[in-house]
């Protein structure tokens, strides 16, 4: 294995990482305005309170990661997607003023604006995040000097926006399991009930988007025909998603948060066998593709990004898990909540 590879599955993993942590405040975000009273929207506000932020740490590491390991990439991804990028800021920036402004005034004209804004915001990010995927799959028009000739409704194609609803479909599930897991009486009973729902919703978008694949994106089946062991991963999927209604009818909320979890982690691995070697596909003409090699830096500074990452990559996971174990349990509002 190159370092070349060793990095895409670095910057694939810094990318499943975000998916996982951020996809539950994102769900949290998208069911926001299904609840009726303050006191239920602020429990909603307060499961995701003391770990929001740190959780986009780490896609601004993916982002830093791409752009040392694979500049050209980086390059084509972001100033092809210049408009969407911007909106992407725009609505994370916007959903943080919310989380904090919201407590800020009691009046409910005040709040209620602030919750609109945060639930918008929540579906939008998702929205935009599967929209990028979808574009990535089905490829992107490149010139031969590797610039983005299309425009920003290039990218609002019908396979894309899919992508995107089911990606809102997937952190609504993942978010009320999550839900369900910080809370007690009768929101937890509320959220138990929205997580069968979620899942239908899931479902529904997850076959919908597997058909369109495999009709009109056939080179994303490629890997899985040359070694056939690959179908092992889709058969996992499967099952992941497969378990989380059993686990919850039994009341093992944790365990089917574990499984809501394994299930975003191995699409992304279905997304990236189907996309590799590639990191921008070329649609018409697949010679102007960009992939791990001819977008990549140098192997010199590969090799001292990862021994920089080797280094670094245990105090950030470290981090992580003492924050979610430091605010594990259920959410007890107080005066300084929000």
Request: proline fraction near 4%; hydrophobic fraction near 55%.
């Amino acid at each position: 294995m190159d370092l070349n590879i060793i990095w895409f599955l670095l910057i694939g993993a810094l990318i499943s990482g975000y998916a996982v942590l951020d996809g539950f405040d994102l769900g949290i975000g998208a069911l926001h305005l299904f609840t009726k009273t303050d006191e239920e929207r602020r429990v909603m506000l307060n499961s995701i309170g003391p770990v929001w932020d740190g959780n986009e740490v780490w896609l601004v590491t993916s982002g830093g990661a791409l752009f040392a390991a694979f500049p050209e990439v980086y390059a084509t991804v972001f100033s092809g997607f210049y408009t969407a990028f911007m909106l992407l800021l725009f609505a994370l920036i916007f959903r943080a003023v919310a989380i904090e402004f919201r407590s800020k005034e009691p009046m409910r004209w005040w709040r209620q604006m602030w919750d609109v804004a945060f639930s918008a915001a929540s579906i939008f990010i998702a929205l935009l995040m599967g929209v990028a995927l979808g574009n990535i799959a089905i490829g992107i028009p490149l010139a031969p000097t590797k610039e983005f000739t299309g425009t920003f409704f290039t990218l609002l194609n019908p396979f894309a926006v899919l992508v995107g609803i089911t990606t809102v479909a997937l952190f609504m599930m993942h978010g009320a399991i999550y839900g369900v897991m910080k809370t007690e009486g009768t929101m937890h009973a509320k959220l138990r009930g929205w997580v069968n729902n979620t899942i239908i919703f899931f479902v529904i978008c997850y076959v919908a988007t597997t058909m369109a694949t495999l009709i009109y994106l056939p080179h994303m089946a490629d890997h899985f025909k040359a070694y056939p062991y690959l179908f092992l991963v889709a058969i996992l999927n499967m099952l992941a998603i497969a378990n989380i209604p059993r686990e919850i009818f039994h009341g093992r909320d944790f365990n089917a948060f574990l499984s809501s979890s394994a299930s975003i982690l191995l699409l992304l691995i279905l997304f990236a066998i189907g996309i590799f070697p590639h990191m921008v596909i070329s649609n018409p003409d697949p010679q102007n593709s960009l992939d791990i090699y001819n977008g990549a830096s140098s192997q010199k500074t590969l090799m001292i990004m990862l021994i920089v990452a080797i280094i670094g990559l245990p105090f950030v996971l470290g981090y992580t898990a003492s924050i979610h174990w430091i605010f594990r349990g259920k959410v007890k509002l107080n005066q300084t909540s929000y």
